[in-house]
Structures are given as C-alpha cells and as structure tokens.
C-alpha cells in the first residue's frame, strides 16, 4: 500500500520555525521527485518546493525562497521541509506529493501562524 505521511504541523507565532516530514512507503521513494504543496482556506492549492529524486536539485517558489528549506533522506524514505521566519500567509495545510510514473498525495498536516 502506497503512503505519504506528513507530520510536524503545528501552531507557531510569527518568525517561528516548524520543520515538516513526509514518511514514504509502498513505492521506490528515490524514482521519485517529491513536492511538498499548501492550501489556505479558501483558496487554490500552490505549489511550495520541490527535490529531484536525488536531490541534486530544488526548486522554491518565490513565496518562500530564503525561508524554507527542502531535503531528503533516500535511507529514510523521508522528505522534510524546514520552514524559518513563518509568516501569517504561510497558514495552510501541507501536502507532499511523490510524482514519476504515478502521482501520490498525503493527507496533509495543519500549519497555523499567528501574528
């Protein structure tokens, strides 16, 4: 059985840190790229970072390039997401995403900053 399992949401006051993992099982975690995605309420699920297989590269977006970090740990099966100087507008649920030959998602973990 496939499974994304996100953890190390919480609650944290603003310039806080939280770092999310996102345990991989069922499938050959280092085929796949991972993602790790956010949706605010209300609104559309964007894109946050993402790792090749390897991780010999990483991508950020602009939102939170600088702030957050992206690794993984290919003995692990693991992918986390350190996440510095949190931010009100960073409040969402977190998604990982494993994308190659199949697209699998997690359920999420809750992220809340407060100002």
């Known amino acids: 059985e496939v499974q994304l399992v996100e953890s190390g949401g919480g609650l944290v006051q603003a310039g806080g840190s939280l770092r999310l993992s996102c345990a991989a099982s069922?499938?050959?975690?280092?085929?796949?790229?991972i993602g790790w995605f956010r949706q605010a309420p209300g609104k559309e699920r964007e894109g946050v970072s993402c790792?090749?297989?390897?991780?010999?590269?990483?991508y950020y977006y602009d939102s939170v390039k600088g702030r957050f970090t992206i690794s993984r740990d290919n003995d692990k099966n693991t992918v986390y997401l350190q996440m510095n100087s949190l931010k009100p507008e960073d409040t969402a649920v977190y998604y990982c995403?494993?994308?190659?030959?199949?697209?699998?998602w997690g359920q999420g973990t809750q992220v809340t900053v407060s100002s």
């Open positions: 995403n494993a994308r190659f030959t199949y697209d699998y």
């Open positions: 069922g499938f050959t975690f280092d085929d796949y790229a």
């Open positions: 790792i090749s297989s390897s991780a010999s590269s990483a």
